[in-house]
């Protein structure tokens, strides 16, 4: 069984053919590349598996389940996560703050004014450890908004990490 098998995969925009006929095998452990001109359709591909465009025709399966077509929250939810090619973060809240609130997100804890401080050390742990991963631990006061794009696109990533997904994609990683 293959963790993610894709299967004569079509999308149309009007006469553009924007995938035609794709066929990709991805093994478990494996980190791969998808390369070509703008154009050329990765982000549609990427776009097609998260769930945020429906196939013409073709499907999707990911460790042996078909997911074509569902929404991106059911996406997400089988283990697949992304990093936008445009950054998908919380501008008005700090660096560390778009971390934790994936983290509680990812936990299904709320977060209110009578829970117990120690209720979050493994949040406030977790947050801190990635992003000292993606080397932004030195800006996590920062407002994510004034970041330089590069460290937007970092946070990110970051944010995408504190999913902790099976399946990260990382949509024009060296933008």
Do not use: C, W
């Amino acid at each position: 069984m293959e963790f993610l098998e894709i299967k004569n995969l079509n999308k149309s925009f009007g006469g553009l053919h924007a995938t035609k006929n794709v066929n990709l095998k991805f093994r478990q452990g494996e980190l791969s590349s998808i390369i070509g001109p703008n154009g050329a359709g990765k982000t549609t591909l990427f776009n097609l598996i998260t769930g945020s465009l429906l196939p013409d025709s073709g499907s999707i399966f990911f460790e042996g389940n078909n997911i074509t077509g569902m929404q991106t929250y059911q996406v997400v939810k089988t283990g697949i996560a992304m990093a936008f090619q445009r950054t998908n973060i919380f501008p008005r809240m700090t660096v560390y703050e778009n971390v934790e609130t994936a983290l509680i997100t990812r936990t299904r804890r709320s977060r209110n004014f009578i829970s117990p401080i120690n209720k979050f050390s493994d949040i406030k742990s977790g947050s801190l450890e990635i992003l000292d991963s993606v080397g932004l631990s030195d800006k996590m006061n920062a407002i994510s908004s004034t970041l330089s794009h590069g460290d937007q696109k970092l946070l990110d990533v970051a944010i995408s990490i504190a999913l902790r997904p099976k399946l990260l994609l990382i949509d024009e990683p060296t933008a």
